[in-house]
């Protein structure tokens, strides 16, 4: 019974980590069709600016949740006006211009922080589960994970700000003639979308520990999520996390954790051969 | 996207070609020959790459997966047969068989640019993370330990075929893989001048037209894929035996975003330009290597943000079509100039 919680909770886990580190790109794919590949980057500057802060003496949570999604958040800003916004249009160019900027950031930060591994200690000490020692830490992501796809809902669901979002999403040129200038929309679109992963690399960064190179490992698992998951933010997020969390987790429990990425990867594949348009355009196509 | 205008396939510079087997064969007087070897490697590799994305539009973000593919299978294959002529040839079939089962999948199934982006880089980042976590003995493929972390040190290197006692390091390798590297390129340039070439631009150019006349795109675009992944696992198996040793980061996504930067720096559409941009790209890195002031991958990022925006169709298209321009422009002075001068001798008669 206590190993039957353990594996749930490993479970939720998962699915909130895929939930969190994808949410940026999510929302940048989702609405502008643009693939980023400095996501990984993106969360990686998220962390080194959570740990720079809490060595400078700011208060860790508010490093986390604060600092870190505005620092990214301006990091994106720039990038967008500086890069993203003449390639709009040409996907693959994006992604290369993209990568080239995710290599350049590794290389910024390895200068800045050099290449050993930083770590900070989660504030949230571990607790048992009968003969089992949990980290209390991880209720927290899926605390923050949960409020950040509820958050994600309401805004797009019910407010103004979600309802342009939505409408340029599904054509903007209407929201361009309805007085809504998609240039600024995608500007802070992206803004929005690098502040999000800022966000998820704050709160992972006492979990993780921190290398210049550490955002190669996100940006496969939150691409895939993503991609699979198809063009639908939230719906498509949250589907394929739980898809790819459970298998990740449960053939990782029946064999090892490399095994446990390789099958989500190969599942990744699999599926993308079978539905491209992704998960939700597939079953649910009128969701946000 | 839009890569070259030039639709054609480009004819073969007999007298270009000369003098570049003229310059491989005298340059190791002039320059290191363990660098120039490893330079001629990367050419080999980004040609591979440079095939299919320039002139089939196809691009595979995970290039490295058949370069890493190459490298281990003739690592582990030279260890259990000793001699190099079959591991040679399984490191170029390896990689192929891989390519054809996962082009065909890809390509059978239609899936878009953006999707083959998705699925190419996942299958290099599921052997990066499987051939990480194979150390141990339990990992092993007749007498070679896989290594995990550690790759496979010390497997005998390629040898003059048939006598596993004549074996080709230093200057004998780099003639080997100059040798590769010509024969290749002369390969590439047949395939396009056939028709399997003339059925791939057009794929490139409008793959709906294409199989109205009657051709199967998927069919062309997995052979050409197929064919791409035999020679970067022919780079590869050449990388093993000039690096003697293997390790994992040969599947690393670096290795492929550094492929893409050589090829795109270079030229789309051109067999050239990959080859010159890893030449002059990787002696970029390898001096980069010496000092620890500036970060290698800082200024490669940089440089192919760069041209990403401002030469999106790389140095050496953006070169020929300079050189047409001012050719043109020179034709065009000189008839106006003869004009002028037949007019002034006209009204001299006059």
């Given at each position: 019974m206590d190993y039957f919680a353990v594996v749930l909770l490993e479970i939720l886990y998962m699915i909130a980590f895929l939930a969190l580190t994808s949410a940026g790109l999510a929302v940048v794919f989702g609405m502008m069709r643009v693939i980023n590949l400095a996501h990984g980057e993106f969360v990686m500057v998220g962390g080194y600016t959570t740990i720079a802060c809490y060595r400078a003496g700011i208060d860790l949570w508010f490093a986390m949740l604060v600092v870190a999604p505005l620092v990214v958040g301006v990091l994106g800003l720039i990038i967008e006006r500086l890069v993203i916004r003449h390639l709009y249009g040409r996907m693959i160019d994006t992604m290369l211009a993209t990568w080239g900027l995710s290599l350049l950031i590794v290389g910024l930060v390895t200068l800045i922080f050099g290449n050993s591994a930083v770590s900070v200690q989660a504030p949230i000490s571990s607790y048992e589960i009968g003969q089992y020692q949990m980290g209390g830490y991880n209720l927290f992501i899926i605390a923050v994970a949960a409020l950040l796809m509820i958050v994600l809902w309401l805004v797009m669901r019910f407010t103004r700000l979600g309802l342009v979002a939505r409408g340029a999403m599904q054509n903007r040129d209407v929201a361009a003639s309805l007085g809504y200038n998609p240039g600024r929309i995608y500007m802070w679109t992206f803004t929005v979308g690098a502040a999000l992963s800022g966000l998820a690399g704050g709160v992972l960064a006492p979990l993780t520990g921190l290398l210049p190179s550490v955002g190669s490992s996100y940006i496969a698992k939150a691409f895939i999520t993503v991609i699979t998951g198809g063009a639908a933010i939230i719906t498509g997020t949250l589907s394929s996390s739980l898809l790819f969390g459970t298998v990740n987790q449960i053939v990782s429990f029946a064999s090892m954790p490399v095994v446990g990425e390789i099958a989500m990867l190969t599942l990744a594949i699999i599926l993308l051969r079978l539905m491209p348009q992704g998960i939700t355009g597939r079953f649910f196509k009128n969701s946000a | 996207m839009s890569i070259s205008s030039n639709f054609g396939t480009g004819r073969t510079n007999w007298l270009g070609f000369a003098l570049a087997t003229l310059g491989l064969l005298v340059a190791p007087a002039v320059f290191d020959v363990n660098t120039m070897t490893v330079l001629l490697i990367w050419s080999l590799f980004a040609l591979s790459l440079g095939l299919m994305w320039g002139y089939a539009g196809i691009l595979s973000f995970g290039h490295a997966a058949y370069f890493g593919l190459g490298a281990y299978t003739f690592a582990v294959a030279s260890m259990n047969i000793g001699e190099s002529t079959v591991p040679l040839l399984l490191a170029m079939l390896i990689p192929a068989l891989l390519a054809a089962v996962i082009g065909a999948m890809m390509f059978y199934g239609r899936i878009s640019d953006v999707y083959m982006g998705v699925i190419t880089l996942v299958v290099t980042l599921i052997m990066f993370k499987f051939i990480n976590s194979?150390?141990?003995?339990?990992?092993?493929i007749g007498d070679a330990?896989?290594?995990?972390?550690?790759g496979i040190p010390a497997f005998p290197v390629l040898n003059v075929p048939g006598d596993p006692e004549l074996q080709i390091y230093g200057i004998g390798l780099y003639y080997v893989v100059a040798a590769a590297l010509l024969l290749c390129y002369l390969l590439c340039r047949w395939v396009l001048a056939s028709w399997f070439g003339r059925v791939l631009i057009g794929i490139r150019e409008n793959e709906a037209r294409v199989e109205l006349l009657g051709y199967s795109a998927p069919l062309y675009k997995t052979a050409v894929f197929t064919l791409c992944a035999a020679m970067a696992g022919l780079a590869g198996c050449l990388f093993a035996s000039w690096a003697e040793i293997v390790t994992p980061g040969l599947f690393s996504l670096g290795q492929s975003a550094e492929v893409i930067i050589f090829t795109i720096v270079g030229g789309?559409?051109?067999?050239v330009g990959p080859i010159l941009g890893a030449i002059g790209l990787g002696m970029l890195k390898l001096l980069l290597g010496?000092?620890?002031?500036?970060?290698n991958s800082l200024l490669l990022g940089a440089i192919l943000v760069l041209v990403v925006l401002?030469?999106?169709?790389?140095?050496v298209p953006t070169f020929l079509r300079w050189r047409q321009r001012r050719g043109a422009m020179l034709a065009a002075r000189s008839k106006a100039g003869s004009a002028r001068r037949r007019r002034r001798s006209q009204g001299e008669g006059a």
């Open positions: - | 194979t150390a141990g003995d339990a990992y092993r330990r896989l290594g995990g972390f550690n789309l559409g051109t067999l010496e000092q620890t002031l500036i970060d401002l030469l999106p169709s790389g140095i």
